[in-house]
């Protein structure tokens, strides 16, 4: 068998064809319920549901059936870092002494801390770098009641973001609201939603919501919402202004302008850089494409629900409830009824120009014993930021629009490194990794 190594799927490899197509592939899981760490080859999930990634390439699951959350590396390596495997319940502690109840959502934030949404526990969880595991909101009673972090009650929170704009979590919930943490507060408030279920646009506290299952942040700081039962994809401004993306209300599969366009039971969109949403479409068992035109499209499945890797609507994908955007060419996605982590690779050949790729870094020589050049694709302000593969930052580097910059790396340990490129608001663009001898 073919050995996969996990690294590649987060880079864009130079010898891909320019015009290649979306395509479809297992990047870890057997395809069998169950719980094995190890190589991705070999790895076995129990319903993944939640996924995210990090800075370092890391890749992040939230195991629903199997209670523990678990991590990818680069290199393809499974392990899991909370949770016992199989055991339901709940208890804060390192590791393998914590206990979660079917957990759903996470995120990362800009420390490396995780967030995950604890469904049955109505709890929101963290696992700092040392996996100590802590609980930040509920109080275990499923209700609904805004306070201070342990006073809150939540409802089967689904899916958590977070915000660098102003470091709060962010998470819908059964209550038909969004719902903020704030970690500096600590308190939980009511962010959009009237709580009535219905399927009305406006201001955040006359809006309804029906079963809203997942929640993104773009570059801009707008929110992106899969409203599952209204079959829309819905946007949160920066002035707290509820509209519709997406979707009309009804259930149903057609493609063409966003107006006209239908969904049957979205349960998760994301945001790229470029303002290209994609959408899990649950019961259509297909995942789509919104671009920033406007234009609704199918990128992978072909209707039926099932397993088959494959060139875009000729593969088959199952019960898919969440998607993350590693980086401008992959996504990884969970399909949770086949037990498996999948991909889409080949996004930017397939339909971006060169010119709408803003955001783009070389790092040469790599590796590198005293100076490293760092190209930047961008006439916009930056800055980088080196960190080692512990997470620790070693240099921060603020850039004009200088199209080359030079820099010296003598007073680095020998090891790997990763390198990102900010925005001007913080965003993390591009990350590259690099060898200092």
């Known amino acids: 068998m073919k050995k996969v190594i996990l690294f590649n799927f987060f880079i864009i490899i130079a010898c891909s064809a320019l015009f290649s197509q979306y395509n479809i592939q297992t990047a870890a899981g057997t395809g069998v319920a169950g719980h094995n760490d190890g190589n991705v080859i070999n790895a ?21 059936r199997n209670h523990c959350i678990r991590k990818i590396t680069p290199n393809g390596i499974v392990s899991t870092i909370a949770g016992s495997p199989g055991n339901s319940g709940f208890a804060d502690g390192n590791g393998s002494n914590a206990r ?4 759903g959502g996470i995120c990362v934030d800009n420390l490396g801390n995780i967030y995950v949404t604890d469904n049955f526990n109505h709890r929101i969880r963290k696992i700092d770098i040392n996996n100590n595991v802590t609980t930040v909101a509920g109080n275990g009673r499923q209700g609904y009641v805004d306070s201070t972090g342990l006073q809150s009650s939540l409802n089967i929170p689904r899916d958590i973001c977070y915000s660098r704009f102003n470091g709060k979590l962010y998470f819908p919930d059964r209550n038909n609201v969004v719902r903020e943490y704030d970690p500096r507060t600590d308190r939980v408030s009511t962010f959009a939603g009237s709580g009535i279920p219905g399927f009305i646009n406006g201001s955040s506290r ?41 979707g009309n209300g009804l259930a149903g599969y057609v493609n063409g302008l966003t107006g006209l366009s239908q969904f049957n039971q979205p349960v998760n969109a ?91 870094i070389e790092v040469f020589p790599n590796p590198a014993s005293s100076i490293i050049y760092i190209r930047a694709n961008t006439n916009s302000p930056i800055s980088f930021e080196i960190r080692n593969t512990m997470g620790q930052i070693e240099n921060i580097v603020n850039s004009n629009s200088e199209s080359i910059k030079e820099l010296n790396i003598e007073s680095l340990s020998a090891g790997v490194y990763f390198i990102s490129i900010f925005t001007e608001k913080g965003e993390i663009k591009e990350t590259r990794k690099f060898i200092k001898k």
């Open 206 to 246: 006359i809006a309804r919501f029906d079963f809203p299952s997942s929640i993104d942040i773009d570059i801009n700081g707008n929110f992106i919402i899969a409203d599952k039962d209204n079959h829309a994809i819905r946007r949160i401004d920066s002035n707290g202004i509820v509209s519709t993306i997406a």
């Open 270 to 360: 994301s945001i790229d850089s470029l303002g290209n949403i994609y959408v899990t479409d649950f019961s259509n068992y297909r995942i789509r494409k919104i671009n920033a035109s406007g234009t609704v499209t199918t990128i992978a499945g072909d209707g039926i629900m099932g397993f088959a890797n494959g060139i875009g609507t000729n593969s088959r994908i199952g019960e898919v409830f969440d998607l993350e955007i590693v980086n401008r060419n992959t996504i990884y996605f969970t399909d949770a009824s086949n037990e498996r982590i999948r991909s889409i690779n080949n996004l930017t050949t397939t339909d971006a120009t060169i010119e709408n790729l803003n955001y783009s």
């Open 100 to 103: 979660f109840n079917q957990p």
């Open 44 to 64: 076995q999930f129990n319903r993944p549901v939640g996924i995210t990634s990090d800075v370092l390439g890391n890749v992040f699951i939230a195991d629903f």
